[in-house]
C-alpha cells in the first residue's frame, strides 16, 4: 500500500484555495475529498484564522477552521523542538516545525523565505509550489 500523500499548506496556499471562484480552490477540494492529508499545530490553526479573517472576514475563517478540525484528514500534532531553519522571517519556522514532526513529504508555499530550505541538507524537508503540488496531484494547470 502506497503512503498517503502528507502535506503542510503555508497561510497564502490555504488563504487562495478557499474561495470557490479561485483557480486554486482545487487544493480545498482536494483535501475536503480526503484525497491528501493535512498537518497543522496550534500556531498555525491561529495564523490560518488571523490572515483569512482580515482577508474575507471572521466568520469566513471560523468555519474554515471549522472545517480543518473536523476533516478526518487533517491532523493536528504538537512542536516539541524549534528547529529554526529560516533566520529571514522567522515566523515561517512554524510551518518548517510541523513539516519536520509529521514526516510531511511536502510543504507547499510559494513563499521565497523557504527557498533556504533546499540548501539545507538536515532535516530535508521538500518545498513545493502550488504549481508543483498540482502536477505532484495530477492536476493541469
Known amino acids: 500500500m502506497k ?8 497561510t497564502n496556499v490555504l488563504l487562495v484555495s478557499i474561495s470557490s471562484k479561485s483557480k486554486y480552490h482545487w487544493i480545498y477540494d482536494k483535501l475536503v475529498a480526503d484525497e491528501y492529508d493535512l498537518f497543522i499545530t496550534n500556531e498555525i490553526l491561529m495564523e490560518y484564522e ?4 482580515q482577508k474575507y472576514n471572521p466568520s469566513v475563517a471560523r468555519d474554515v477552521i471549522k472545517s ?9 500534532v504538537s512542536i516539541y523542538f524549534n528547529w529554526n531553519l529560516i533566520e529571514e522571517d522567522t515566523d515561517d519556522n512554524k510551518f518548517v516545525d510541523c513539516a519536520i514532526n509529521s514526516n510531511s513529504h511536502l510543504l507547499v508555499t510559494n513563499d521565497k523565505h523557504f527557498q533556504v530550505l533546499k540548501n539545507i541538507d538536515f532535516p530535508k524537508i ?8 498540482a502536477t505532484q496531484l495530477g492536476i493541469n494547470l
Do not use: A, T
Open 3 to 10: 503512503d498517503r500523500l502528507k502535506v503542510v499548506l503555508g
Open 50 to 53: 488571523e490572515i483569512i479573517s
Open 68 to 76: 480543518l478540525l473536523i476533516l478526518p484528514n487533517v491532523y493536528k
Open 126 to 133: 521538500k518545498v513545493n509550489s502550488i504549481k508543483d503540488f
